[in-house]
């Protein structure tokens, strides 16, 4: 037992390292060759036409608006009704909270580091690139925060349902590309947040779960 969970640990240590060389490679390819002709041919082909409509309600799945207030309830919901950590679903609701809430606050924390024009810029002041430490969050791109919250909440939907697993990673992915379609942000930020989000919900299952992996660690509890 104490093998294979060493050796689950250190697949997972070798896939996010290879994953992340790979997001950064393509991050990088993204930034240079491909953001602003994208960007600036979506916002003058799709602005305020149907697709652009389509991006829009595929984005608000994602908003903070509702995310925000949801993963409150869904905690609050957690800590009333399971104080024993006794009910899988409590425990399923728990494990999708935080990894949402750590790809919200790595997400978040990398916007202000980073400090990424949105499209917006480019668009109205011909400004691309970044801006590092600002704190104008509403300007600040990358990552995608939409992005990353549907796949650290996708990503963890996977892990307790594998049986639609392919139903969910295609909805996240659907919400990154809205991003890119209502021009809010670059394909590039999406990327970002499309591995943030993943390797957010992984790691989280690696730690949240290892108990229940574990039956020497039940027996003592």
């Not at 608006?65 to 009910?87: D, E, Q």
């Not at 969910?168 to 999406?190: C, E, K």
Request: with cysteine.
């Amino acid at each position: 037992m104490q093998a294979s969970r060493d050796h689950s640990a250190n697949l997972l240590y070798k896939t996010t390292y290879q994953s992340a060389a790979l997001a950064f490679l393509i991050y990088v390819m993204l930034f240079f060759f491909v953001d602003r002709p994208v960007d600036i041919w979506l916002h003058a082909c799709c602005a305020g036409n149907m697709v652009n409509q389509i991006g829009e309600f595929f984005s608000s799945l994602a908003s903070s608006a509702y995310i925000r207030p949801a993963l409150s309830l869904a905690l609050i919901a957690v800590l009333v009704s399971n104080p024993g950590r006794r009910k899988p679903w409590a425990m399923a609701l728990l494990y999708i909270c935080i990894s949402l809430a750590i790809a919200w606050c790595a997400g978040e924390g990398l916007k202000y580091l980073l400090g990424r024009y949105r499209p917006i810029m480019l668009f109205d002041e011909n400004l691309y690139g970044f801006h590092f430490l600002s704190g104008k969050w509403e300007m600040n791109s990358t990552p995608s925060g939409h992005t990353l919250r549907a796949f650290a909440v996708c990503t963890s939907l996977s892990v307790l349902f594998r049986k639609y697993m392919w139903f969910f990673i295609g909805l996240a992915i659907v919400i990154g590309l809205s991003r890119i379609v209502v021009t809010d942000h670059y394909p590039s930020d999406v990327v970002f947040g499309a591995f943030i989000g993943i390797f957010s919900a992984l790691w989280t299952a690696s730690l949240f779960f290892k108990e229940k992996r574990d039956p020497e660690g039940e027996n003592d509890g």
